[in-house]
Each structure stands twice: as structure tokens, then as C-alpha cells.
């Protein structure tokens, strides 16, 4: 199969932790909407016979029995899978520069990260290995590599679709993702996934996002952004600050991921990563009573958000506030501030996993040669709605180069 030898020829981006040779297909006799189109999904989404490590030598041999729901689905339409993509460990990193298999390198330049955690299935998709993968979405993990590796990525509605058979990060925020070379690819898996189809949609009202801590982006990032949307994007919304947000998230996060990983880690702290393992040593502090405190935090911003579509039709903002940075890089300067790469990287994109809104990642131009993205967010259910408003702008705005 031509997605096989297209995946062996960019052996070196790491975007692979196992390729399905023969690849695999569904048992129907009915060419389904998906016939014959390969596509690679995240190594932490079971596939029945077939390896799932989750990128970690915890699960180095493990093999599921059974296909995660959005496996089964894709396999019914008549898709075909090729491989298994890297994961940042556990999902648990937005950089997909650790797991035990090593770091993925971005199709553009290798010698930076992808973004993560969803990172061997956007190189993938950048590299035109195949036309979409499966990965997921906690806090970014599928906007933000598709953001840094220029290709389309979509985080749904909270429960939108099942994520049974994904191993889980943190149940509460975690999402099924997509990652796309084209919103024409991205609306036919979504019509496969969710059996439903995407109709043509008036955007309406598109404002952007601001937040009351002004929270940093790279100059040229934002007017890179701020380019591409300007002739489809009008007015503004002031949020709360990122900050508030992100308490919310880590406490959320923390408090799941400490009970996901509970047994493994007083077991076999050795077998993991050691920035996971540092990061799962600190969630373990958070306390339930921090924990319950965040769901009604959440709970009340919901509240207070919940007006905000009222007025304007769908919100747009950068996925991520810088391009992809050096592989091994920690810390990096974003308008006089000195802020770590993880954190930076998922102040724009964790909002909207806290609150549960579907958001999308557009390819938005370049910076330097690197990808940049704008980050669509719409209400609770209007999937179909973003993607084919997504598809809509794409076909009106280029992307442009800034620098």
C-alpha cells in the first residue's frame, strides 16, 4: 500500500511506533464513505491485535482485544488503518518529545517538536503520510501539534464522541481528536465518526478573543493570525484571564490523572518518562477537596460564559502563541516574559477543554517557514457547524507569510 512505503520514506520524523503491514479494514461487504483511505491513529487508542503502548515501557507489549468505538467506526466506514502514531507518554505533554520511543520530529524541520500529545499522528498528516488520524484532546493535545505542523485539528463538543477504548488521561476534559490535511477530510470523518453529515452553515459573527491577563503571543504569531482572518473576523470578547482557566484545568487534570495512574506509579515509577513522572508526582498533591472546588469553578464559568453566544456566532483566537520551538528547549521569551514551553503552549488551547466548546486548528500561514494556526471555538454541538465554517474560510483566505 502506497500509505505504507509514503510512512518508511519519513521514517525519520518518528511519527510511527507501529505500522499495520498487511493494514487493516473493516469486515463489511459495503464500500462505505471511507473505502480504501488510510489513515494512522494515536498509539493510545486500542486497536484490536495490534500493539497499544500509550507510549510508555509500561505498556511496551500490550495488546487490546477489542477496538476502541472510534476505531470500529472508522473500520464500518471502510477505512483502513496503517500504523500506530506517537504519543507523548501517557498523553500527558503538550511537546510529544517524550515517550519510549523518543521524540517526534517536525516534518518541516526535524530538529524541532511537533507539539503534543497527539504528535506522530499530526507529522503524519503533515507529511502526507495519510490524509487524517485519529488522536486526543485533553487540554490541546490534537490543536496544538496540528497548529505547530500546519494541518488541521479538531477537539469536539465534550462527549461528543465515545472515547471508549482510549486509554484515559483525565476522563472529565478528555476528547477523541482529529487530525487533517483539508476540511473536506476533516468533514467526511466526522461524518463517519458521528453518522451524521456536515451541512453548509452562515458563519455569522466571528469575534476575537481577548483575555483580561493579556496572555502573551509572539508579535508575529498574532499578526500572522490577525492576517488571515481579518476579512471574516470582526468585533471582540474580553474573557477572564488564562490564568483562571488554567487553575481549573491543572486541578482537574491533576487530581484524574493521580487516580489513572495511582497503581503504576507506586509500582513502576522507574518505567516512566521522567518528565511524567515528575508531573504525575505533583498531581498527586492535589487534594479532592481542590478537586471538587474546580468542577464547580468550572461549573460557575460555564454559567458566565454561557451568554457570550448571544451576540457573536463563533469565536477565533491563535491555537498556540509561538511556532514550534528547538527539540530540548524548556523556556521560551514571549513578549519580555520568560514562560516554560508547556505552559505557553497550552494557555490558549485549555480554556476550551475546561468548559467542554468544540474547538478547531486551522493552518493560519507561516512565521520564519513555521506553521502557525487560529484556533475557531463554537458552542456546545455546533461540531458540524465549525467544520464547515472552517471549510468556508479556508477557501476564502490564503495563508500568508509573515516575518
Request: charged share 15%.
Amino acid at each position: 500500500m502506497e500509505a505504507l512505503q509514503r510512512a518508511r520514506a519519513v521514517a525519520s520524523l518518528n511519527a510511527f511506533v507501529t505500522l499495520v503491514d498487511p493494514p487493516r479494514s473493516g469486515s463489511s461487504r459495503e464500500p462505505g464513505p471511507l473505502a480504501g483511505v488510510p489513515f494512522a491513529a494515536k498509539d493510545n487508542i486500542d486497536t484490536a491485535g495490534i500493539r497499544t503502548t500509550c507510549g510508555s515501557h509500561h505498556f511496551a507489549d500490550r495488546v487490546p482485544t477489542s477496538d476502541a468505538d472510534c476505531i470500529a467506526r472508522l473500520l464500518d466506514a471502510g477505512a483502513t488503518l496503517i500504523g500506530k502514531t506517537l504519543t507523548h507518554e501517557f498523553a500527558y505533554g503538550p511537546t510529544g518529545d517524550s515517550s519510549a520511543t523518543g521524540p517526534a520530529h517536525h516534518p518541516t524541520d526535524p530538529g524541532r517538536i511537533t507539539g503534543g500529545s497527539s504528535a506522530g499522528s499530526a507529522a503524519a498528516v503533515a507529511a502526507g503520510v495519510v490524509p487524517f488520524a485519529l488522536g486526543t484532546d485533553t487540554g490541546g493535545s490534537s490543536r496544538i501539534p496540528a497548529a505547530l505542523c500546519g494541518v488541521l485539528g479538531f477537539k469536539p463538543t465534550y462527549g461528543a464522541l465515545s472515547t471508549a477504548g482510549a486509554f484515559p488521561l483525565s476522563p472529565t476534559l478528555d476528547t477523541i481528536g482529529i487530525l487533517a490535511a483539508s476540511s473536506g477530510w476533516l468533514s467526511r470523518v466526522w461524518a463517519a465518526l458521528t453518522r451524521t453529515a456536515a451541512v453548509p452553515h452562515d458563519p455569522g459573527s466571528i469575534a476575537w478573543v481577548s483575555f483580561t491577563d493579556d496572555a502573551p503571543v509572539d508579535p508575529r504569531v498574532g499578526s500572522a493570525v490577525a492576517a488571515w482572518g481579518a476579512d471574516a473576523i470582526t468585533g471582540s470578547v474580553r474573557l477572564p484571564s488564562t490564568a483562571r482557566f488554567t487553575a481549573i484545568y491543572q486541578a482537574i487534570q491533576g487530581w484524574e490523572a493521580s487516580q489513572v495512574h495511582a497503581d503504576l506509579l507506586a509500582g513502576s515509577p522507574q518505567l516512566y518518562q521522567s518528565d511524567v513522572r515528575e508531573r504525575l508526582l505533583d498531581a498527586s498533591h492535589v487534594t479532592a477537596s481542590s478537586y471538587r472546588r474546580a468542577l464547580t469553578q468550572r461549573d460557575q464559568l460555564r454559567l458566565e460564559l454561557g451568554g457570550i453566544f448571544d451576540s457573536v456566532g463563533f469565536l477565533a483566537l491563535p491555537t498556540c502563541p509561538i511556532t514550534a520551538p528547538p527539540l530540548g528547549v524548556e523556556q521560551v521569551v514571549v513578549q519580555g516574559r520568560l514562560i516554560p514551553v508547556r505552559e505557553a503552549l497550552l494557555s490558549l488551547t485549555n480554556p476550551w477543554s475546561v468548559l467542554g466548546w468544540p474547538a478547531l486548528s486551522i493552518p493560519a500561514g507561516t512565521v520564519d517557514g513555521l506553521p502557525v494556526g487560529i484556533q475557531l471555538v463554537g458552542p456546545p454541538g455546533s461540531d458540524a457547524h465549525l467544520i464547515s465554517i472552517a471549510h468556508t474560510l479556508i477557501n476564502r483566505h490564503a495563508p500568508k507569510e509573515s516575518s
